[in-house]
């Protein structure tokens, strides 16, 4: 559909790639740990590895959880844009096919937050 | 289902009078005190009576001077010269 | 009684003054004059149908409002006078007035251009009229709040640059998106959005229970401008209501148009008065009554009522109701749960509701508090009590469309969030519900514009690239003094010493745990 009014509407998406200076965005859930309350929006170099997100970014944004310490995030279980995935840890985030805005979510069996209540 | 028409008045002494009026004139109506507002609803329609309220008031009383004490209303509002009427129908 | 007998009676005055005023052009085409009256699709045949049922001319209107006025005002200056301030129930109070008047006020604002613009555009004298009061309604309102919240701004923090604030910090984005896509929407798109979905369905539930609430809490000077706000709101919702009937009885083809409007508008809303759900169940000490109640009142019953009147023009009930029903029992948990974690990045303080606060939340929510929500605040406490308080670190991601962080969780599954995402135009974006990405697939190019806070950030535009910076500078929030956490801030520190107490870190602690 598209926006009904007085003129030809056509804009530029706001958050086009090239808005971010060779940065791309990324957004990271860990399922079930609700003590951070939504996913993780991050800033990260397309052609950092796989594994340097995990140790990098990850680790230490959810460092203050204490089922952290315990995960083991290269191990998990991977969805990339919802899809299965299976990362290749010394590739890029490029490589890896993880394109700008993409959404990574990340379950750790075992691990299913505190209180029973996925926090 | 209950369809309940409504309305909240500050609570002062003009609103006093007011829930009177409209007690008197909606007998099956319920009135709820809440921290500083009067809340009154009813099944369907409610009715304030600028006669009623004259009398309860012992002057000239216009209908529109209920603009200053109203919080909230719910119900389509019907209003004239002697009387404001809520009501879905 | 002569004269007695000379005078109008209310419906002739009414029609004397308002459409007799006006008049059919004749030396300029009507579509010229009022150009902006059809693109939205919406058909009107015969204007004269619109019924304003209070019937309100501008002579009245003058005179009621300046009684309001001066009514309102005697109670700012006694208020003032008194001190009133230290009769409140306790400062962490004050910090739901912050969020008012960055969040609320502003809106007054920008709903007195939006009312203003549409007073001008459309072709029926009644319309007009209706709107042009509405205008300097919203704009008494506006000021109004700047007068009740001045008082408050000499005695504590985070008050003092609401309008900067409100174009700026990430959280105000919410409601500063939300009417900035109603004013740039068409004259009838707006007042389906404004008074009939926002007015006459939802502000119920900020104007009347939580003003209450002020009034319960010692502030005498907020309950009265919310009450006096509200009264004029009154007849806003009546004219919202009037709108609606007016639009679907003109014509059929009207009746899909503002059943897409009505479900995108109560949604919009629904998000926006999430921050209201905290205000209610957290931020007012003494408690007056659960935001869960308060949507069963004001949304259940009274917009349960209201839906069953609108069958007879084919209206059903907004698309999304049953998901914003459901959420009664979450939302103003896992509102102040995201606040409370980013309150390093706020104008206001967050804190731990206190043990009695919490059984009074495990007796309002008895299936959700105590199992969801009551186990955060407890680790959190102990957190904080070994010098550990809780702050998230990492910036979170937000909706495309209602802009607030992607925190609310799936009906029915209150441990799994809700996010949908689809690509447009080959770009990627993200949304807190089904619903949102809903509206973004109907107009995708307005989203698409959409300034994100978080994504500015990471663009460079915020003035710095860390989050203390960009608050500090960019939001003029002063770090260390208007944010983070309650419990020993200076606003804190501040009432001990007008209570004639002193602040000391480990007395308080089990105070607040006591309390």
């Known amino acids: 559909m598209s926006v009904n009014a007085l003129y030809d509407y056509k804009f530029e998406p706001k958050d086009k790639v090239e808005n971010f200076h060779g940065m791309q965005l990324l957004y990271v859930l860990w399922p079930n740990h609700l003590m951070f309350c939504s996913p993780f929006a991050l800033l990260v170099q397309p052609d950092m590895t796989f594994r340097a997100l995990v140790d990098e970014v990850l680790k230490p944004a959810t460092a203050s959880h204490p089922e952290a310490a315990k995960a083991d995030f290269l191990g998990g279980e991977w969805l990339l844009n919802d899809e299965p995935f299976t990362p290749a840890p010394d590739a890029s985030l490029k490589d890896n096919g993880i394109d700008h805005k993409s959404m990574l979510t990340v379950t750790t069996p075992g691990l299913d937050g505190l209180a029973g209540a996925g926090f | 289902m209950s369809q309940l028409v409504f309305i909240a008045f500050q609570d002062n002494d003009d609103s006093r009078y007011l829930a009177e009026a409209v007690m008197e004139d909606n007998p099956d109506a319920e009135l709820q005190h809440q921290p500083a507002m009067i809340r009154i609803q009813a099944e369907k329609r409610l009715v304030i009576n600028r006669e009623t309220m004259e009398e309860k008031l012992g002057r000239d009383w216009d209908v529109q001077e209920m603009l200053i004490n109203v919080i909230s209303i719910g119900g389509n509002v019907d209003e004239d010269d002697d009387h404001f009427i809520l009501e879905w129908k | ?515």
């Open chain 3, 1 to 515: 009684m002569v004269s007695k007998n000379k005078k109008l009676n209310l419906k002739d005055k009414y029609q004397y003054l308002t459409r007799d005023m006006a008049w059919e052009p004749t030396y300029q085409k009507k579509k010229d004059i009022f150009p902006d009256e059809d693109f939205e699709g919406i058909k009107i045949t015969d204007w004269s149908q619109w019924e304003d049922p209070f019937r309100l001319t501008m002579d009245a209107y003058w005179k009621y409002q300046a009684e309001k006025e001066k009514k309102l005002y005697a109670i700012f200056d006694a208020f003032a006078q008194n001190n009133g301030h230290q009769n409140i129930s306790d400062a962490r109070y004050v910090n739901a007035l912050k969020l008012f008047l960055t969040g609320v006020s502003p809106l007054e604002h920008a709903a007195f251009q939006g009312y203003s613009k549409v007073g001008r555009q459309f072709s029926g004298a009644g319309a007009r009229v209706a709107c042009q009061m509405q205008a300097i309604d919203e704009l008494r309102h506006s000021q109004t709040q700047q007068h009740a919240m001045s008082h408050y701004n000499k005695h504590f923090n985070g008050l003092h640059d609401a309008a900067h604030m409100h174009d700026r910090v990430w959280f105000l984005s919410v409601p500063k998106s939300f009417f900035d896509d109603a004013r740039t929407a068409g004259p009838f798109e707006f007042l389906t959005a404004i008074s009939f979905s926002f007015e006459y369905v939802l502000t119920n539930l900020l104007f009347v229970p939580f003003m209450s609430g002020a009034a319960y809490n010692g502030d005498m000077a907020t309950v009265t401008f919310g009450f006096s706000a509200q009264s004029d709101e009154a007849r806003h919702m009546t004219l919202g209501l009037e709108v609606i009937k007016f639009i679907l009885e003109q014509h059929e083809d009207n009746v899909p148009i503002v059943q897409r409007w009505i479900d995108k508008w109560f949604w919009r809303g629904f998000r926006l008065l999430s921050l209201v759900s905290m205000m209610m169940d957290y931020m007012l000490p003494n408690k007056v009554m659960s935001w869960s109640e308060a949507w069963e009142v004001y949304y259940e019953q009274n917009g349960g009522a209201l839906f069953k009147d609108l069958e007879r023009y084919g209206i059903r009930p907004p698309k999304y109701q049953d998901v914003a029903n459901d959420a009664k029992h979450h939302l103003s948990h896992q509102l102040w749960s995201t606040f409370y974690q980013y309150s390093q990045a706020t104008n206001f303080h967050t804190w731990i509701p206190g043990k009695e606060e919490m059984d009074w939340m495990s007796e309002k929510y008895p299936d959700t508090f105590d199992k969801y929500y009551r186990p955060r605040y407890e680790y959190w406490a102990k957190e904080h009590a070994e010098g550990r308080r809780f702050y998230n670190n990492t910036l979170p991601q937000l909706c495309q469309v209602c802009q607030v962080p992607t925190l609310f969780t799936e009906m029915g599954e209150p441990t799994r969030l809700s996010h949908r995402q689809m690509k447009y135009e080959g770009e990627r974006y993200h949304f807190c519900s089904e619903a949102c990405c809903d509206i973004f697939k109907h107009e995708p190019e307005k989203y698409i514009q959409a300034w994100l806070p978080v994504h500015q950030i990471y663009q460079g535009n915020c003035e710095g690239g860390d989050v203390e910076t960009v608050v500090q500078k960019y939001y003029h929030i002063e770090v260390g003094v208007d944010n983070f956490e309650y419990i020993g801030s200076p606003d804190h520190k501040h009432w001990l010493s007008i209570k004639g107490k002193s602040f000391d870190s480990k007395a308080e602690k089990s105070e607040q745990d006591a309390a």
